[in-house]
């Protein structure tokens, strides 16, 4: 008979990795482990009681010899204290590089070191508690570990136990540490409105770089997300990859560099641009989480772990989230000029193309004839609905949709009835001016009689409409971030009980409304991050709806989220953005790898192109599960001066995949070559067709094995401008 040991060696060898996943800690509790998804990530106390962080990478085995070791002055100008690595730093003992926290207590002592003091593990959760050498403040720090991907949650929480009140000025949900290497690579994304999501790659280098919002969102600016690969290792198919994204939809900071001995730390948490927290006896402050990941095999591995993540815990409903129904929103068909026989006649349009939800946009509510008034007063407004919104919505209905409104909650124009009534409520400081952004004012939901009052009509508007689903809008930063109304010393909590509030209305909407649906917008994609996104089933990914711009942002966007929130819209041409001209075929081609959309003006389109919509939209429905659930691989990625672009999205049983090709231009006797197809099972066979129904190209076989498609790959000559085709590979029986 096998030992229990011997045992579980075998068993160690044949279950899936995604089943041993585990916390744990030594017996001595010196060496702190989390290991799942072929990562480990691990960390120790040294003899000094520091928590240091030791390595986080490819899983290693249990028996490997990690240890923590206090490291010794290395000169008068670098004592010990500032070159320990430490996995939750305060800012004290001269430390130099960026701190977990940073504090003022009541006396003015600003000197705060942090050293361990305990742990848990419960289940997949491990628990790290660290207190200061001799002030009652405490900081737990909390790690999850995902079994299937080795996506690692971690977040801290800041307690006083003091009797007197500590000031905080800069708190990090984590801080984490790679080893030493001057061949770093950072990329992230940044923008601006219409053109977000461009990728960024710059050497990591002891010049701190600074990834940041001060708008009080997200901002279309810079995205709190990052990933760090390796100068000449790391591709889109190959190399490691570290990265990681903030669960936060307010002002942030993320910073990465190295230090002076060449480690390279990256940090990540609340702006500390106007804010500071005074921390009261007894009370405790809590950060967002900030989600982080390894990869072995590229930025392609790292996303498409990333978006598997997101698709299980992050995005409504997990694994059982409902496929993202294609909407028809009527906003530049109508503008502000919605009226109930207006609507109703694009509804019927929409309803024939195949669309499944139909959307009012701006104008439906109180004086709101253009975007200088009628924000805040959110009811029907009776000159363009008689009747109010039941006629229009059950005629959607009767033509087999579901209904959609546009909301924008947290704003208000001053002239409104609610602005008029409530002059105090917005964010503003007393005797300043109050800068108008889009003829609007920001609403200060840090209070709790504005969240209050903003859930209940919120609650009232969706109780007594049948609403499926709301597009949920913000058009504006923050200006003049005042909250007179609170004692000096809390007025800069504005900056994270906004946003608190913010999760609350989301949360509690949902909760008294379980089937309704919402997207996220602000002004395209200036409010998208893990935070938001954990309460929303959908984001408007920008307002640059131009097809052949939109396979660049779609590119950068899904370096960091998942496809199947990612909305994308098929609009007229030429293009508001810029002017360009493009077919209807490219521009439904375009949409279609993401999660489908239409907003162009159906009153303005001929015969033919409500037949080319009902092709497209009846073949994305055949596909979209594996667009919206697969695997996306990224063969050739748009970049400036390429001919093409392609991707390839394969379904989680890999039964379907299919590869979108996009021409920007082609050239006299271009000779292209192949693209190799990717995520297929080598060993099947698949059939291959043109989607939408064309004759497969010259030279392309019926079918082939995986191998095949992988190996040889496909060669589609397109030629002209602004050209795209899409095959569907499926496998045989």
Known sequence: MRSLA????????????????????????????????????????????????????????????????????????????????????????????????????????????????????????????LADISRALT???????DPDTGVIARSASLRNGDVRPVRIDQIAAATFTLPVGDDYRLHYLTGRHGAEWSQVDTPVTPALTVLESRRGSTGHGNQPWFAIGKDGQTSETDGPVWYGALAWSGSFRLSVGADNLGRVRISGGYNPYDFSWSLKPGETLETPVFYAGYAAKGMGDASRRFHAFQRASIIPGGAKAKIRPVLYNSWEATTFNVTEAGQMALAEKAAKLGVERFVVDDGWFGARNDDKAGLGDWTVNRTKFPNGLKPLIDKVKSLGMDFGLWVEPEMVNPDSDLYRAHPDWVLAFPGRPRTEGRNQL????????????????????????DIAFLKWDYNRNWTEAGWPQMPVQDQQ????????????????????????????????????????????????????????????????FTQAYAPSIMMAW????????????????????????????????????????????????????????????????????????????????????????VLFQMLHSSMFRDNVEALRVQGLDPARRYAVRMLGGAALPDGVPGHASGAYWMEQGVRMKLKGDFQGAALVFEVMP
């Open 139 to 145: 900081v737990t720090l909390r790690y999850t570990i």
């Open 493 to 556: 909590r504005v900056q994270v009980a906004y946003v608190r509030n913010l999760y609350h209305i989301l949360a509690e909407l949902r909760r008294r409304h379980p089937g309704l649906e919402i997207e996220g917008c602000s002004g395209g994609g200036g409010r998208i991050d893990l935070g938001i996104m954990a309460l929303t089933d959908q984001s408007w990914t920008s307002d640059n709806t131009d097809p052949f711009d939109r396979l660049t942002i779609q590119d950068g």
């Open 442 to 465: 920001l609403l200060n939901l840090a209070r709790t009689d504005v969240r209050d009052h903003l859930l209940n009509w919120l609650d009232r508007l969706v109780r007594d409409n």
């Open 6 to 129: 011997a045992l579980t060696a075998i068993l160690c060898l044949t279950l899936p990795a995604t089943l041993l996943a585990k916390v744990s800690a030594s017996a001595d509790g010196k060496l702190l482990r989390l290991d799942g998804g072929g990562v480990t990530y691990a960390m120790g106390v040294d003899e000094k009681g520091y928590l240091q962080p030791l390595y986080w990478g490819a899983a290693l085995d249990a028996a490997a010899p990690l240890v923590a070791k206090a490291p010794g002055e290395l000169s008068g100008f670098d004592p010990a204290g500032s070159i320990t690595p430490q996995e939750y730093a305060g800012q004290g003992e001269g430390l130099v590089s960026e701190p977990g926290v940073k504090a003022v207590f009541a006396d003015g002592n600003r000197d705060l070191v942090l050293k361990y003091r305990r742990h848990s593990v419960s289940g997949e959760t491990l628990t790290v508690e």
């Open 570 to 657: 098929v609009t007229d041409s030429p293009n508001w953005a810029n002017g360009r001209q493009t077919s209807l075929d490219y521009r439904f081609l375009s949409a279609m790898q993401g999660s489908l959309g239409l907003g162009a003006n159906l009153d303005h389109w001929q015969q033919a192109d409500f037949a080319t919509a009902t092709k497209w939209i009846a073949a994305y429905k055949d596909i979209r599960a594996t667009v919206q659930r697969g695997d996306l691989y990224r063969i050739a990625p748009p970049r400036a001066g390429a001919a093409t672009s392609a991707t390839v999205y394969v379904a989680p049983d890999k039964k379907q995949a």
